[in-house]
């Protein structure tokens, strides 16, 4: 069962412009969220992570935003740049971080 | 430093065989965890590993088991291989807290004809 879910399997933004990318869960004991960057032929590498306890974490170009009453989150990057073309996975776990679980991913391409 | 260290990186095998991944995690990360990734579901957690006992296990039937040594490399197994267990296999290692995410290898490339 997809108790994370990434609705979006692929995005397409322009150069410079802003990248907003959408993750919904449905486990209320979730309480870290993290963002993974995916480029192809290689593993995930982690990206940002925010704790149930704040609604925004902030870190260069990427911000993520949770919504705990909508158990909803996103990443938004901004400016959007072509080497940010990849695959997004959206990942949550509980209070033990050791059972993570992982969304399907959002393929996001940034033209020139 | 050294990253995440997975082999091999693909393998063909039949049906009804057995294989045997491998990964070595980053130093001093005592925590590993495997994932199966297909394009349909995503990454999903097939089990962790902390100093040599399984702390986790997700979803996935008896067939895929696992091991971890004194020195946090871990082993994958999968016995009586099926055409569904196609699919990357991703081992991440971490510190024990898992704060800040996991490290995860390149990945091993199971094909099962």
Known sequence: ?????????????????????????????????????KYPAEGPTFLI???????????GRFTVFLNKSAKHLSLHI???????????????????????????GTRLTVKP | KAGVTQTPRYLIKTRGQQVTLSCSPISGHRSVSWYQQTPGQGLQFLFEYFSETQRNKGNFPGRFSGRQFSNSRSEMNVSTLELGDSALYLCA????????????????RLTVV
Do not use: H
Request: hydrophobic content about 25%; some cysteine; proline content about 3%.
């Open chain 1, 49 to 59: 992570s925010i704790s149930s306890i704040k609604d925004k974490n902030e870190d």
């Open chain 1, 1 to 37: 069962d997809q108790q994370v879910k990434q609705n979006s399997p692929s995005l397409s933004v322009q150069e410079g412009r802003i990248s907003i990318l959408n993750c919904d869960y449905t486990n209320s004991m979730f309480d870290y969220f993290l963002w993974y960057k």
């Open chain 2, 93 to 108: 290692s971490s510190l024990d807290s898992g704060e800040g995410g996991y490290t995860f290898g390149s990945g091993t």
């Open chain 1, 78 to 104: 901004v400016p959007s740049q072509p080497g940010d073309s990849a695959v997004y996975f959206c990942a949550a776990s509980g209070d033990n971080n050791n059972d993570m679980r992982f969304g399907a």
